[in-house]
């Protein structure tokens, strides 16, 4: 199967491009953004060597499928979804942070807790706790983001008191967090699934601040099977999970976190389908559709720059 991990379209209206560790986001006109989910797949702050079929599609039609779920309660910068890999929307001036909200001690806030860490960007944790455990209610954990490297754990009252953004909107993006990650929640637990933690990224335009690119993808979210929860968290056993995570273990189980002199193992076609798979798998299960997968044969990216093209024409008409 073929995977597209790099465009260089040549867009009506192309101000400049921006590669990403997953997208390639060109701006339009300085007023509209093309977002191309290619098939890159990131861990540890690193682009893992090979693609994964189909994982532009999934993550493309995931977030705008909730782009389009939570636009009742919180303005979005969705425009149109030209190619199943390509949403189009309105550029914003994207705020230095990322909302980060956890609903449950699992991930690097499990691993930072059990090394004796009682307080996670400025929010004290309780005693006691156990992985996968839920907290009594969501806790909100924004990072720094970076250009490049690691994004940065940073308290609210750091991120105001350093002017990264200022108290109003810091207060705006606090609220349509929470408000953002109850709608996934319930949609979650409609389909059998808990959305445990999630990411959101915000920006302003005509000084309104509003939510912009992904949303509830495996990329930015953890999901665990609702089924078997309990149990599993009873026993102490791990939880049946849909995200990025099980990569992310993989990559530990084979020595590889981006540590000095740690060396990227390799990434089999046969790994490769099977990470596919598994975001094959979330999408179904999430947005209760069966996925449809577009021929990943011939162009691709040609593909794409000519749905492209068309919608950006038909709309200056």
Known sequence: MKALTRTDLNLPGQVSVYHGKVRDVYNINDDLMVMVATDRISAFDVILPKGIPFKGQVLNQIAANFLDATSDIVPNWKLATPDPMVTVGLKAEGFRVEMIIRGYLTGSAWREYKNGCRELCGVKLPDGMRENERFPEPIITPTTKAEEGHDENISKEEIIAQGIV????????????????????????????????????????????????????????????????????????????????????????HNFMNRPGDVMPEITDEYAQSVSDRYIELYEHIVGEKFVPVPEEGDIEARICKNVTEWLTSRKK
């Open 166 to 253: 200022s108290r109003e909107d810091y207060e705006v993006m606090e609220q349509y967090t929470r408000a953002l990650f109850q709608r996934g929640t319930e949609i979650a637990a409609k389909k059998g699934l808990i959305l445990v933690d999630t990411k959101y990224e915000f920006g302003k335009r005509d000084g309104k601040v509003i939510l912009i690119d992904e949303i509830h993808t495996p990329d930015s979210s953890r999901y665990f099977y609702a089924d078997g929860y309990e149990e599993k968290f009873a026993k102490g056993e791990a939880q049946k999970q849909l995200s990025k995570e099980f990569v992310r273990q993989w990559l530990i189980e």
